[in-house]
């Protein structure tokens, strides 16, 4: 047998039925790495394609009907690639295996609804969310315009019913969403739309879910047997399938690791349903890779290293992410992070071991690169939730003081929280005193907590922050497949900075979120404005004018504002389908198209061609920079103080960010 044919199949489920079979599907769900990973199954697109192709197109299957492919949302974040491409970079891989209808995952709109529908329409297949309604689209209308339902006709003329659906638990983590939305239960919806597919003419009925697996098998109890044939789900990233109530529940792995190959048999009468058989296949290191599947991650990868040098933010102060510094003591650059982290999740405090921080550096006053926040940034374990008793967040921060002075990446960076500690009392018990929000803490109390997935699974000795799915007892209120990278929260953070060259996609739910963040975070006082001096090196992109979205009605009282934070409504703002009309798109949009253009990638870091008017305009911004950067290192400027004319300076296009050590880690 051919390694196609072979390696890592197993049979899930065995319908015992025999010949050719009268539907043939495949389905997969919640993908995000493109790349191989090193364990078994190692994944990644190239090798997830031969398969793919295999159920495609192998001679083995002429003469059967085409297969049809079912996706059950999860893509477009989160990645280190999506960081820097918004999702933009997933859209070919979707469309070359050949998806016919899709529904909607959480992390599928991270990037804001405007992104999402931006992304969904370079897509050669449909997306579905039944049960989940924006008012502001017109009555009944689900969120970002997707459909509800599908009718899908197999090649030997079957037709199939396809339903949307997603559960309310992960809406409220979403902190990108319109206002007013109404959740309708997956089970009713289910009733009422699936006779709707029966009347015209389907004869199989999919769900495609975006739920975790309890909440799939509560849809199936709930729904008359046969009324729906069989549940496709997501959300969760393990492999799974059940049978309840006469109905296949299947979730089909993560991340280019699994998918599920479905054949499907008509049962004998009028009306009598459906058998599967149902076959696991394993991406494994012996299954070959698709060449064409390894040219575009080629060009994925180099697109992407342009990119990386691309500016996204600028610092005013030197930011310490030295070891030396995250590992033992207060950082300004930790300060920073934590804060960041607490303001996006609306909680009490937060905490980050100092490990987190990877770039063992001091950054300068100047540009950040892209490259600067991934390099510093690097793990996928998103940001998390926890709700946490004071004695567990005092045993926390116990555990980050114990092993110093090793320079062990447990210590913690802290948000909202104050602490002291000796440094030569017994491991366990160094801490002398310790704060949230300037008192002490209640062992007794519930705070909510920021920190890294990473921590939530107590690794790096943080025990007493075990969640419940690891074996804990903390109460997990974002989980880390709802969760978002640090990396995601800094690029979304510094895009809501611009002033020029706007990412036309930064919809109105995003600027209510970071604005609320903003009166948080910035009442220190510490965001400088930019310069009002012209830069040659600022283009603008063309404006854009988008339609504008129907009037907002507010009349349903099923309509509920999800996320961590209360509504606010900006009245000054006019509500677009995606932006402000002159919003300009320098940012993302109008950059050649990652991994389909010739041209290579250009900015003003990495063009090579400039003119002596140029150079000369840059070696003044430098030498501004590096006399900034003197002051704020108390050295003395006395070559450069000699260019009269040439004061400090924060560049146009954005605010520079000049966090403070604030005393919040006391070393006694």
Not at 362 to 372: A, S
Not at 593 to 603: D, H
Request: with cysteine; hydrophobic share 35%; aromatic share 8%.
């Amino acid at each position: 047998m051919s390694n196609l044919e072979s390696d890592g199949l197993s049979v899930t489920y065995s319908s015992d039925r025999t010949g050719s079979p009268d539907l043939r599907l495949i389905h997969y769900n919640d993908v995000y790495h493109i790349e191989s990973g090193s364990a078994e199954p190692i994944g990644g697109a190239s090798r997830f394609q031969s398969l793919v192709n295999y159920y495609r197109s192998d001679p083995r299957f002429t003469g059967q009907p085409d297969v049809l492919t079912f996706f059950s949302g999860d893509a477009f974040n989160p990645s280190l690639e999506s960081t820097v491409t918004k999702g933009r970079h997933m859209v070919p891989f979707l469309n070359k295996t050949g998806i016919d209808v899709a529904c909607v995952g959480n992390h599928d709109l991270d990037f804001g609804v405007a992104q999402f529908r931006h992304l969904s329409s370079q897509c050669h297949f449909p997306w579905l969310l039944a049960n989940v309604l924006d008012p502001a689209l017109g009555e009944d209308v689900p969120i970002a315009n997707c459909g509800k339902t599908c009718l899908l006709t197999s090649s030997n003329g079957i037709k199939i019913g396809v339903i949307g659906l997603g559960e309310r638990e992960w809406l409220g983590t979403i902190n990108s969403l319109p206002p007013d939305l109404i959740y309708k239960s997956a089970s009713e919806t289910a009733k009422e739309l699936a006779p709707r597919l029966r009347e015209q003419g389907a004869e199989l009925v999919v769900v495609v879910s975006h739920q975790r697996e309890p909440n799939d098998n509560k849809l199936a109890r709930n729904l008359p047997p046969g009324l729906v044939n069989i549940i496709l789900g997501g959300h969760d990233h393990y492999y799974s399938h059940t049978i309840v109530n006469g109905t296949h529940v299947l979730r089909s792995g993560t991340d280019f690791k699994q998918l599920s190959y479905i054949e499907a048999f008509r049962k004998s009468g009028t009306g009598a349903g459906w058998d599967f058989s149902i076959t696991r296949r394993d991406v494994v290191r012996s299954i070959p890779e698709d060449r064409a599947t390894v040219a575009m991650v080629d060009r994925l990868t180099s697109s992407l290293k342009a990119k990386l040098e691309k500016p996204v933010g600028y610092t005013v102060s030197p930011l310490d992410g030295r070891f030396s510094t995250v590992r033992q003591r207060e950082s300004n650059l930790g300060n920073f992070v934590c804060d960041l982290m607490r303001y996006y999740y609306a909680a009490d405090c937060a905490m980050m071991a100092g490990g987190t921080i990877r770039g063992d550096q001091i950054y300068p006053p100047g540009v950040l690169r892209l490259k600067d926040l991934l390099n510093c940034f690097p793990f996928e374990d998103p940001v998390v939730l926890l709700r946490v008793r004071g004695q567990a967040l005092l045993d926390a921060l116990e555990n980050g003081v114990s092993q110093l002075p090793a320079l062990e990446g447990r210590f913690p960076q802290v948000s909202n929280i104050s602490f002291g500690f000796k440094l030569d009392g017994p491991s366990g018990s160094r801490l002398t005193f310790a704060r949230v929000g300037g008192k002490p803490i209640d062992l007794e109390k519930e705070y909510l907590v920021a920190t890294r997935g990473y921590m939530a699974r107590g690794k790096d000795g943080f025990t007493s922050l075990l969640v419940k799915s690891e074996g804990g007892d903390v109460e997990e209120i974002v989980c880390e497949e709802n969760g978002v990278l640090i990396s995601t929260i800094l690029r979304q953070y510094f895009l809501s900075l611009k002033v020029l060259g706007k990412w036309r996609r930064w919809s109105p739910s995003l600027r209510r979120h970071w604005g609320l963040v903003h009166r948080g975070l910035h009442t220190g006082g510490w965001l400088k404005p930019p310069s009002a001096m012209p830069s040659p090196e600022t283009e603008k992109a063309p404006f854009h004018q988008l339609a504008p979205r129907p009037p907002l009605q507010r009349t349903s009282r099923e309509a509920h504002y999800y996320g961590r934070f209360p509504e606010e409504v900006d009245h000054n703002q006019v509500s677009t389908n995606g932006t402000n009309s002159d919003a300009m798109d320098s940012d993302s949009d109008e950059d050649p198209e990652i991994l389909t253009s010739p041209r290579p990638t250009s900015n003003y870091v990495t063009c090579p061609a400039r003119s002596s008017a140029e150079e000369e305009h840059r070696l003044k911004l430098a030498r501004r920079v590096v006399r900034k950067w003197m002051r704020h290192a108390g050295l003395e400027p006395s070559v450069l103080s000699t260019m009269d004319g040439e004061g400090e300076f924060i560049p146009p296009w954005t605010s520079g960010i000049s966090p403070r050590i604030e005393g919040r880690i006391v070393i006694e």
